[in-house]
T-cell receptor, first 118, second 109 residues
Framework: DADVTQTPRNRITKTGKRIMLECSQT?????MYWYRQDPGLGLRLIYY???????NKGEISDGYSVSRQAQAKFSLSLESAIPNQTALYFC?????????????????FGAGSRLTVL | DAKTTQPNSMESNEEEPVHLPCNHS???????IHWYRQLPSQGPEYVIH???SNVNNRMASLAIAEDRKSSTLILHRATLRDAAVYYC??????????FGTGTRLQVTL
């Protein structure tokens, strides 16, 4: 089984619908992230969480919300989906390493969730 | 976080070494240099990271300039499976890795 599992892998929905993308991990990492990837734009950070009670906005949080239900679970919600939220979404995890501090964190990514909003 | 500059694309022949450059002139003293790659239809995967000294692992080597304003990812013998987008990222203390558009590496026979 994958260390970082995203569901669904593909989803087609209509404008205005509420959508939840789920992420679960078996790595025991404290830190979890949601990224969005659009063609030609690289990956952009949406939200991140350093532990269960910690939620932080990333570069492009407008139109999205998240929930950290447990250490292993981090969900991304689109309350009212719009077509320009059509993208590939990635969940990632990391843990603080014993040496090097936060800047040395290594991310482990899921396989991605492809969302199409019609 | 410091910005990085990478070529949009590079080509290599199979079994030849590949040197992927990255400039990060605004890097600060505590920033780590990370490299990730993204194979087609997959999520990014970690390749290597370093702070000041050159680093080697089973996937690649990372050569960091003495002034740390640039670095080079070295794939010692490129294979077709190394064809991917390679991201150079400079990470600050907030543990947020900002991905740019990377370098698309094409490997040909």
């Amino acid at each position: 089984d994958a260390d970082v599992t995203q569901t669904p892998r593909n989803r087609i929905t209509k404008t205005g619908k509420r959508i939840m993308l789920e992420c679960s991990q078996t790595k025991g990492h404290d830190r979890m992230y949601w990224y969005r990837q659009d063609p030609g734009l690289g990956l952009r950070l949406i939200y991140y969480s350093f532990d269960v009670k910690d939620i932080n906005k990333g570069e492009i949080s407008d139109g999205y919300s998240v929930s950290r239900q447990a250490q292993a679970k981090f969900s991304l919600s689109l309350e009212s989906a719009i077509p320009n939220q059509t993208a590939l979404y990635f969940c990632a995890t990391s843990a603080v390493t014993g040496t090097g501090g936060a800047g040395a964190n290594v991310l482990t990514f899921g396989a991605g969730s492809r969302l199409t909003v019609l | 976080d410091a910005k990085t500059t990478q070529p949009n694309s590079m080509e290599s022949n199979e079994e030849e070494p590949v040197h992927l450059p990255c400039n990060h002139s605004t890097i600060s003293g505590t920033d780590y240099i990370h490299w990730y790659r993204q194979l087609p239809s997959q999520g990014p995967e970690y390749v290597i990271h370093g702070l000041t000294s050159n680093v080697n692992n089973r996937m690649a080597s990372l050569a960091i300039a003495e002034d740390r304003k640039s670095s080079t990812l070295i794939l010692h013998r490129a294979t077709l499976r190394d064809a991917a987008v390679y991201y150079c990222i400079v990470a600050g203390t907030a543990s947020k890795l900002t991905f740019g558009t990377g370098t698309r590496l094409q490997v040909t026979l």
